[in-house]
């Protein structure tokens, strides 16, 4: 089965600490994405990957980090800088040149 | 840069009625405008999406049209069912070498039975 998975769905942290959240996909794209989505907003973007080992900020890169050492791994590190990481976390990817994303199942932080 | 506005944010329509989502975008520039569609708990999944050379695409019971010179396109989904009730979310991409898509803040739609 081809497709992109995250893990974990669910995820409870204290406040202070990091936490990495995984994304694994199997499609051989090329670009991966990492958004965050908060109650009644669209979603924003935090990090994106066109080529392995390179990465560009989006529009809300502050308090997370991410790497791209592999085609189908583009883990997210949310950092205690971030000053309110308890959201909804979707990852994507697409074939490079091409527009249409294909989402994962999302992992939801809580953060205590 | 560009910005996408979606509306209408809740819409309820009766089962088997038409419902009709719109957004217009600011960037003329943009080339490709597709709708997405999020079940509770779930990543948005792709439904249907429309190039600026044509002006409607169709899928059975769903359509996007798209009018350029307004820079508006909209959704519709006709014989609306219990399972089409869910988050959709419109974008549109920047025309460069990123692909980004922006997007609109989504609508829910709720099918009254």
């Known amino acids: 089965d081809g497709g992109i998975t995250q893990s974990p769905k669910y995820l409870f942290r204290k406040e202070g600490q990091n936490v990495t959240l995984s994304c694994e996909q199997n499609?051989?794209?090329?670009?991966m994405y990492w958004y965050r989505q908060d109650p009644g907003q669209g979603l924003r973007l935090i990090y994106y990957s066109q080529i392995v080992n390179d990465f560009q900020k989006g529009d809300i890169a502050e308090g997370y980090s991410v790497s791209r050492e592999k085609k189908e791994s583009f883990p997210l590190t949310v950092t205690s800088a971030q000053k309110n990481p308890t959201a909804f976390y979707l990852c994507a990817s697409s074939i490079a040149d091409s527009n249409e994303q294909f989402f994962g199942p999302g992992t939801r932080l809580t953060v205590l | 840069g560009e910005n996408v506005e979606q509306h209408p944010s809740t819409l309820s329509v009766q089962e088997g009625d038409s419902a009709v989502i719109k957004c217009t975008y600011s960037?003329?520039?943009?080339?490709?405008f597709p709708w997405y569609k999020q079940e509770l708990g779930k990543g948005p999944q792709l439904i249907i999406d429309?190039?600026?050379n044509v002006g409607e695409k169709k899928d059975q019971r769903i359509a996007v049209t798209l009018n350029k010179t307004a820079k508006h396109f909209s959704l519709h989904i006709t014989e609306t069912q219990p399972e089409d009730s869910a988050v959709y979310f419109c974008a549109a991409s920047l025309m460069d070498s990123n692909y980004q898509l922006i997007w609109g803040a989504g609508t829910k739609l709720i099918i009254k039975p």
């Open positions: 960037d003329s520039a943009s080339n490709y």
């Open positions: 429309i190039r600026s």
């Open positions: 499609l051989n794209h090329d670009a």
